[in-house]
């Protein structure tokens, strides 16, 4: 017999294979998976936040650059970001999935070891979902719920003048790490292609960030140049970003000057590296100058006021959201 495909065990039988160890936060459960919806308790004192994110196959990744359990890991990621950039925990997760009934068996299961994963890793409930067949590749939707201590959530309108621009850890790996593999020279640079497959959600740091006191916050999914206008559009405010300070890892900078590209591009206008950019108080920043994953890369100069402008090479230039954009010609 061959490998089993989707279309061998059906929907009642695929769900039966991957229900299992769903529960990473019992004492939220009141109605666990199963049942037509799942029944969860939040404590006192906090507010809930929710989001959605979709990977389209073809467009999110391929079979060729991501394995099932990285696009797993990959969903959950994207989701849980979403509550980071809000300085919120999450907590529960659904997700609907449409696959071809040629799909194996194998990759579905895969792809639920990776999302429970992520999920174990952030203590994530996963709470349910839905299945349906696609007539052409794979379409995955996560939605996360989350929790923040009652009006505490930090947003992207917030941010003021005289605030510093900080971003956390490094920007630009994920897009180098597709780039390697899409040059086929993967294996050369593990780290990178790590952080395209598999980012990690800055839910820690999106606490530490808002008790700190910051004013506006966003994950970094479309590439920096993006994220920062977001900020500045919503908050009604002009930025000033130092180009030299924006925090490059090391492997980005060497497999950049191997092939000879701008390491600031991948920074600027790659996206999917998951960590958080925002702003806050130079006073307010003082308390967690110590971390060291957390950098200085700018000022909020103006409010009311509008745009991004880099400083790069000496000159100031208007630095136009650039990342991705699915309709974009
Ligand atoms: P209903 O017909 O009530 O919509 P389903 O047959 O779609 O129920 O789902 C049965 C149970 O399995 C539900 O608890 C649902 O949340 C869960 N479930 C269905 N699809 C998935 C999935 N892709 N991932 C996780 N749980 C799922
Ligand atoms: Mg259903």
Known sequence: MGELLVDDVGEFGLIRRIMHDFIFRPDMIVVGPGDDGAVYRTPEGYDQVISTDTMVEGIHFTKDTMGPFDVGYHLGASNFSDMAAMGAEAVGFVLSIALPGSLPLSWVESFYDGLRACCREFRVNLLGGDVTGSPKGLILTGTVTGMVPKGKAVTRSGAQKGDIVFVTGTAGDSAAGLYALLQGMGDKWPSLVERHRRPKPQISLGILLREAG???????????????????????????????????????????????????????????????????????FDTIKEETSITPVGRVVKKPGKGVYLYHHGRKELLEARGFDHFEK
Request: aromatic share 4%.
């Open 214 to 284: 910051a004013h506006g916050l966003n994950d970094i999914s479309d590439g920096l140049s993006r994220e920062w206008n977001e900020i500045a559009s919503s908050s009604g405010v002009e930025m000033e970003i130092d180009a030299e300070k924006v925090p490059l890892s090391s492997d980005v900078k060497a497999l950049a000057e191997k092939v000879s590209v701008d390491p600031l591009a991948w920074a600027l206008n790659g996206g999917e590296d998951y960590q958080l950019t925002g702003t806050i108080s130079p006073s307010d």
